[in-house]
């Protein structure tokens, strides 16, 4: 082969020239990438460990407490429809959460999948974008499955600081997934829990969350302990505050099981035909939801039971005379319902976002 100065090149020769020269090129393509994106900005994917490295309980409550205040009582600082919810066959669900929160200074829109069947994977997955609401600029990609975990268990700690007795001591977990791990962590924040029980169905899951839950830096080996309960109904016994974080369609929590002074997170039953709660307990309880347009559009514990939201937990904090007859009218028992909230997430990765650039 001649090439164009006329000097022979033999055909392996030729061979490895060819790659050479092809290896340039993918290096000169990359480079240019590389460049492109520095200046146009190419937004940050921020893993779940690194979420896990920013985020504190200690910040994070007080962010979602916020938020849920402006949800319920500031409605022109903040725009967020309801999610969508797109079926994918019988075995999952894709849910689309934006937001804007200007006190949060968050534009912001969740993508995430909820597989309850997954095994081997998490049963939720997904991005959260954090958008500049000043030019509209994508800033960031988050893992959603921490953001969703934290923030989740932020609003119950904080639902609990208002609802439960604060010299709460034993906390039952119903469900042992990401949901009931990080339920412990952020109520462990804010109560001095002695006595953590956990139960739910499968007992080598059962086992492993106990023994996360002695891992975590939360766990104070001198004063708490773990009990793995083979019923719902021993795992509530005498409990001070019961987190239900199940995938279960049918409720999980009676009433009857309940002692006079408790208060429950009831974060599983998102969809119109599920529910933990046994009719007993929504009857008998002063119930709050984080929103009420939520909680009677997407959960049977709501709809099935027909049950009656008595306030939002925003509305709530910042208006707790409004709600104190209601709330003695109906005895001890108090139950926060969860759906989760665009805003939640909206100010959750606004937090980490401004944790990173402060590093
Ligand atoms: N309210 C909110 O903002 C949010 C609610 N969720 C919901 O909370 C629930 C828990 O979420 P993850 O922990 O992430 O799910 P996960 O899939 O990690 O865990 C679900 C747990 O429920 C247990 N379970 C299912 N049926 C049960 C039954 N009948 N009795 C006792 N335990 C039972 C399973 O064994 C498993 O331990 C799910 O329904 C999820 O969709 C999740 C994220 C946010
Ligand atoms: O708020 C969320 O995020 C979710 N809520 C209900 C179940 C799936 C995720």
Not at 14 to 35: C, G, P
Not at 73 to 101: I, N
Not at 271 to 300: H, I, K, N, Y
Request: hydrophobic share 40%; net charge negative.
């Amino acid at each position: 082969m001649y090439l164009s100065n006329l000097s022979y090149v033999s055909e392996p020769a030729l061979d490895s020239l060819t790659l050479a020269v092809s290896i340039e090129i993918q290096k000169k393509i990359t480079v240019t990438m590389a460049t492109t994106q520095q200046q146009h900005g190419t937004p940050p994917f921020i893993s779940g460990q690194e979420i896990k490295g920013l985020l504190s309980y200690e910040d994070l409550i007080p962010t979602v407490e916020r938020s849920l205040i402006t949800y319920s009582t500031k409605k022109s600082e903040f725009c967020q429809p309801m999610r969508t919810k797109v079926d994918s066959g019988s075995t999952g669900l894709l849910l689309t959460m934006p937001c804007y929160s200007a006190p949060d200074s968050a534009l912001a829109c969740k993508l995430v999948t909820v597989f309850p069947g997954n095994t081997d994977l998490p049963s939720h997955q997904g991005i959260v974008t954090l958008f500049d609401p000043e030019s509209g600029s994508l800033q960031a990609l988050m893992d959603a499955e921490e953001i969703t975990c934290m923030r989740t268990a932020a609003a119950s700690a904080v639902a609990s600081r208002h609802l439960a007795h604060p010299q709460s001591r034993t906390l039952a977990l119903l469900g042992s997934g990401a949901q009931a791990f990080s339920h412990f962590e952020a109520i462990a924040t804010l109560f001095a829990i002695e006595c953590i029980r956990v139960h739910s169905r499968n007992p080598e899951k059962r086992a492993a969350l106990v023994e996360k839950i002695m891992l975590s830096a939360k766990f104070k080996p001198d004063v708490m302990k773990v009990e793995d309960c083979e019923s719902a109904k021993a795992a509530v016994d005498q409990a001070d505050i019961v987190c239900t974080v199940t995938s279960s369609r049918d409720p999980v929590l009676r009433a009857d099981w309940l002692p006079r002074l408790c208060h429950v997170n009831a974060v599983g039953a998102c969809r119109p035909d599920q529910r933990e709660l046994d009719e007993s307990v929504t009857s008998a309880a002063f119930l709050v939801a984080d929103s009420r347009e939520s909680a009677s559009s997407e959960s049977g514990d709501v709809i099935v039971n027909k049950a009656t939201v008595h306030a939002e937990l925003g509305e709530l904090i910042a208006h707790p005379e409004r709600f104190r007859e209601a709330r003695a009218s109906r005895g001890g028992l108090t139950v926060f319902k969860s759906l989760g909230l665009g805003i939640e997430d909206a100010a959750t990765a606004r937090l980490v976002w401004d944790l990173r650039m402060k590093e």
